[in-house]
Each structure stands twice: as structure tokens, then as C-alpha cells.
Nanobody, 115 residues
């Protein structure tokens, strides 16, 4: 069983930065997808960024050039560096790790960007 603990959310002014972390405990050797999602009030959860076991990355158009997803395999930790934050980035951010037979979600961390 894998448990995910997220941290790094908070309140920041527009234009500011935050770095989210998602620490995984347990065996993740079979995990091949590591992703960040977000859900704003009244909206559907959306994929923000993804990184594969081969370190290929993908981003939602709305965050390209501002967010960077990365992973530290030695620490079993996934990161999301968020720069040039905008009020529309306000949401609960979730990490999700998955493999062929596994699918794990974090508890979510609130990011609030004030204008």
C-alpha cells in the first residue's frame, strides 16, 4: 500500500511562487505515472502536469511555461514548482501516482492566489 502526503500549499499573491511536494511511502517500484491535478470550486478536477518513469513531462496549456513537475526518486517525492501564479490557479491540488494495477491519490493541498 502506498500513502501520499502533500505539502507546500498556502496563500500567495499573484505573481508569486509556491512549491508543492508529494511524498510517497511504501513501495512505488511499479508506479509509472506521477501527476498533479487540481480542482477549483464548482469545477471538475483537471490534469495539471504529468511525468513518466522516463521523466517525460506534459502540462496543461494553462500552466505551460509557469509550472514545472519533477521527481526525486531517491526521496520518493514528486514536486510541482509553480511560478507566476494567477488568481485562476486557486484550487485544491492533488498528486496522483498510478501503475497498471494501482492508483493512489493524495489528500489535497489548498493553493490560494490573491489578486
Amino acid at each position: 500500500q502506498v500513502q501520499l502526503v502533500e505539502s507546500g500549499g498556502g496563500l500567495v499573491q499573484a505573481g508569486g511562487s509556491l512549491r508543492l511536494s508529494c511524498a510517497a511511502s511504501g513501495s512505488i517500484f511499479s508506479i509509472n505515472g506521477m501527476t498533479w491535478y487540481r480542482q477549483a470550486p464548482g469545477k471538475q478536477r483537471e490534469l495539471v502536469a504529468a511525468i513518466t518513469s522516463g521523466s517525460s513531462t506534459n502540462y496543461a496549456d494553462s500552466v505551460k511555461g509557469r509550472f514545472t513537475i519533477s521527481r526525486d526518486n531517491a526521496k520518493n517525492t514528486l514536486y510541482l514548482q509553480m511560478n507566476s501564479l494567477k488568481p485562476e490557479d486557486t484550487a485544491v491540488y492533488y498528486c496522483r501516482l498510478y501503475g497498471l494495477l494501482e492508483d493512489y491519490w493524495g489528500q489535497g493541498t489548498q493553493v490560494t492566489v490573491s489578486s
